[in-house]
């Protein structure tokens, strides 16, 4: 018998069909190091493992709809026919539940064969840009440093030729962070309605005496330093400020933001449909090609382990008491400093793994970002009282953009 209450059955869950395999050379990327992991795998998942997954996953879930999330690495890697093998097996094993797919790329090999295939079976897509040519080439590269943005930009046309949808995710680095109004625009003008910013916050252990620097685990406390292309957190809570600022005068329910999003969902005390800001975490996981489960796709490390889904059931392996003990620390371990921050009820702490900083007062597991939060959960507040309060009432929040124009003019 598990021992909290309340436990939702449904989870979601990250498959990453080659792994950390990918045809770029990203140097922030988190997860390219996790290839010497799987030195002695195929780098692709095989059909038995396929088949086993669709079907214990479609079982699993306790909702109508099951939506499966294949990402990276690169999935499109794996080539269209292994999402042929997959949607066999959907379709085999779906029941009465509605299938929905949505794949993370970075678009670079995405052909009219690719763009006819995501349309015709209705591939959520997300595309992975980092901005103009020169925000995104900073990091974002190919194998011998070259540029990648060209071949983004053709993938994306050719997603727009067969009308494809899809969204967007955003890294915010040291170096990206000083240009909010230019990622913005260059988003907006590109067609994405739906933007997500992720703030890089990695750290690499100084001890390792590796050519590529090996990433520490959060709890790590002695020995890991923090990566140059780490966007601090004043950087950050400004970016973000600077965005905002700009969609809730303008691109209120025209441009949908992410972040935006889950605030005003916690400002109305609903889910925020987002595991960062939730108060409890843990039903994320990540399965590798081979089938082996970790935690969440930031944890892949031997200490966060589940199992593998051929030796045990998935739905062990998602509610085991380690998971669920892990899920349940995000609020638990949280620093005093936390408990008692006005904003806790829309941050939660964040995302675990960003917890490396120490408190004033000398306690461990403040998040990283904490003043960058702050910044930003004090600027917004008076628009998001606004937006609930319209909501509240049965009026449209979208009063807020008058209200907005007014607030922020030019004194």
């Known amino acids: 018998m598990l021992k909290y209450p309340n436990i939702p059955v449904s989870f979601n869950l990250m498959a990453k069909p080659v792994g950390a395999l990918c045809n770029l050379d990203c140097n922030y990327c988190y997860y390219r190091g996790k290839m010497c992991m799987y030195e002695d795998s195929p ?7 396929l088949e086993e997954f669709v079907k214990q996953y479609i079982n699993s879930q306790a909702s109508p709809v099951v939506v499966f999330n294949w990402q990276g690495g690169e999935p499109t890697l794996a080539g269209p026919a292994f999402y042929e093998q997959a949607l066999y097996f959907q379709k085999k094993y779906a029941g ?18 690719w763009c006819r295939f ?6 959520l897509v997300g595309i992975s840009i980092d901005g103009p040519r020169e925000i995104h080439d900073y990091h974002r590269r190919g194998v011998g440093q070259t540029s990648t943005w060209e071949k983004v ?15 967007t995710m955003t890294a915010i680095t040291r170096h ?29 252990l100084k001890h390792k005496a590796t ?3 090996e990433l520490s685990p959060p709890e790590i406390r002695i020995g890991a330093a923090l990566t140059t292309w780490s966007v601090t957190p004043e950087q950050y809570g400004e970016f973000m400020v600077s965005i905002f600022n700009e969609w809730v005068r303008k691109d209120a329910g025209k441009v949908f933001v992410q972040l935006f999003e889950t605030t005003l969902a916690n400002w109305l005390g609903e889910d925020p449909g987002l595991c960062l800001f939730r108060k409890y975490c843990g039903n994320a996981l990540m399965m590798e090609q ?3 489960v970790y935690a969440c796709d930031h944890f892949v490390f031997p200490d966060h382990f589940r199992g593998n889904i051929m030796n045990e059931p998935l ?20 620093p005093s400093m936390c408990r008692s921050c006005e904003f806790l009820f829309a941050c939660h702490g964040e995302c675990p793994k960003n917890r490396i900083s120490t408190t004033p007062e000398g306690e461990y597991g403040l998040n990283y970002l904490c003043p960058g939060f702050k910044h930003y959960f004090s600027h917004v507040a008076p628009f998001m009282d606004h937006m609930a309060e319209q909501i509240r009432n049965g009026r449209s929040p979208l009063s807020v953009k008058k209200y907005a124009r007014k607030l922020l003019s030019p004194k």
Do not use: C, W
């Open 153 to 167: 930009m053709r993938g994306i046309n050719l997603l727009k030729d067969y009308n494809v949808p899809f969204n």
């Open 211 to 213: 050519i590529e620097p």
């Open 290 to 292: 081979n089938g082996d």
């Open 96 to 113: 009465n539940k509605k299938i929905e797919n949505s794949i993370q790329t970075n678009a670079t090999l995405l052909d009219e064969s």
């Open 43 to 49: 780098y692709m998942m095989k059909e038995e493992v």
């Open 315 to 334: 739905l062990e392996l998602a509610l085991s008491q380690e998971q669920i003990n892990f899920g349940f620390n995000k609020h638990n371990e949280l």
């Open 118 to 123: 995501l349309k015709r079976h209705r591939f």
């Open 176 to 204: 990206s962070a000083r240009y909010p109004a230019e990622i913005y625009e260059f988003l907006k003008d590109l067609g994405s309605s739906y933007q997500q910013y992720a703030p890089v916050v990695e750290r690499y």
